[in-house]
Structure formats: C-alpha cells, structure tokens
C-alpha cells in the first residue's frame, strides 16, 4: 500500500521560494493522478495543481504563472516549486494520489507553508 510523506515546508518571506516534496512509500506509476491541495485556517482544502496521466497538468488560477509540479517516477517523488510566494499562500500543503483507474485516494500528513515577512 502506497503511503505519501510531504517535506520541504517552512517560514519564507514574500516573494521567495520554496520546493516541496511528496515521496511515496510504494511504487507510482506515470498514469496516477498526483496533486498538490493546500487548507488555510478556516478554510477548506483547495487544488492548487495537479498531474494526471501523460504527463498533462492543471492549476489553480491563484497558483498559475508562480507554481510548478513535477514527478520523478525513478524516484517515486513529486514536487511542487513555488515561486513569488504571497502571505496569502500560507496554508498546510497536502499531497494526494488516486491510483489509475480506480477512484483509490491516498493523501499525505501534509506539511506547513508560512509565507510572513
């Protein structure tokens, strides 16, 4: 059974970057669907982008232009680099995976994004 762990998280101020990362415990295969959600305090957990079989991906249009996700399937890793980070992009940070085929969700423990000068 697959499990994700998210790192890479922490304090950046505005207008810096951070890179996070999602390793999967088991095996991913380039046709899963592997996203990024993130959950701001008192708010509900949102897509910030997605990558889905081909290699094709999507962003939310608060992340478009700044966000990028990747995969490494040698490494069973996805990423997400976020660059020009606004304080209003401080949110947990969840990745989640839904094995091809099958509407199978596997989500990570997350991990906390604070974009303050």
């Known amino acids: 059974q697959v499990q994700l762990v998210e790192s890479g998280g922490g304090l950046v101020q505005p207008g810096g970057s951070l890179r996070l990362s999602c390793a999967a415990s088991?095996?991913?295969?380039?046709?899963?669907?592997m996203g990024w959600y993130r959950q701001a305090p008192g708010k509900q957990r949102e897509l910030v982008a997605v990558i889905i079989s081909g290699g094709s991906t999507r962003y939310a249009d608060s992340v478009k232009g700044r966000f990028t996700i990747s995969r490494d399937i040698a490494k069973n890793t996805v990423y997400l680099q976020m660059n020009s980070l606004k304080p209003e992009d401080t949110a947990v940070y969840y990745c989640?995976?839904?094995?091809?085929?099958?509407?199978?969700?596997?989500w990570g423990q997350g991990t906390q994004v604070t974009v303050s000068s």
């Open positions: 989640k995976r839904v094995a091809y085929g099958t509407s199978q969700e596997t």
């Open positions: 088991g095996r991913i295969f380039s046709f899963d669907t």
